[in-house]
């Protein structure tokens, strides 16, 4: 009996806990080169080198079951001292095919400081990021 219900237990942890690959919530990473095939930043950062090119990824957690499917994903980078002054907007498309979104940020385009991307659904916030330019 003891032997029964841990088997059980095992079982039962093994496929809630298997990683399976899908995203499971969305992310933003910032780095300098992306994997291609798996298509992640490679050695993402918090901190990066302002003469550099930089590269943002975004991916999106599939919409699964009872969720609705979004319409509309915007990406905003603002500096972190003035969250109002959005210094780029980029309107993602979604359709089937969409699992993420990748853009380059020019070397020197911004000054020195901390920056946030921040990612909406359908107008809701679903994740931010905060990044220092050195």
């Given at each position: 009996m003891i032997l029964f219900i841990v088997l059980i237990s095992i079982v039962f942890f093994f496929f809630i806990l298997k990683d399976d690959g899908e995203i499971k919530r969305d992310?933003?990473?910032?780095?300098?080169?992306?994997?291609?095939e798996s298509q992640q930043i490679i050695d993402p950062k918090n901190k990066v080198?302002?003469?550099?090119?930089?590269i943002v990824s975004t991916h999106f957690k599939d919409n699964l079951g009872k969720e609705k499917q979004n319409k509309k994903f915007?990406?905003?980078?603002?500096?972190i001292k003035d969250?109002?002054?959005?210094?780029?907007?980029?309107?993602?498309?979604?359709?089937?095919?969409?699992s993420g979104y990748e853009f380059k940020i020019s070397p020197g385009k911004l000054s020195?400081?901390?920056?946030?991307?921040?990612?909406?659904?359908?107008?809701?916030?679903?994740?931010?990021?905060?990044?220092?330019?050195?």
């Open positions: 992310n933003i990473e910032i780095g300098y080169k992306t994997n291609d080198d302002r003469n550099k090119e930089l915007v990406l905003k980078l603002a500096n969250r109002s002054n959005v210094l780029m907007e980029e309107t993602i498309p979604n359709d089937a095919g969409t020195a400081g901390k920056y946030q991307i921040s990612l909406y659904r359908d107008n809701n916030l679903s994740v931010e990021k905060v990044f220092t330019f050195k």
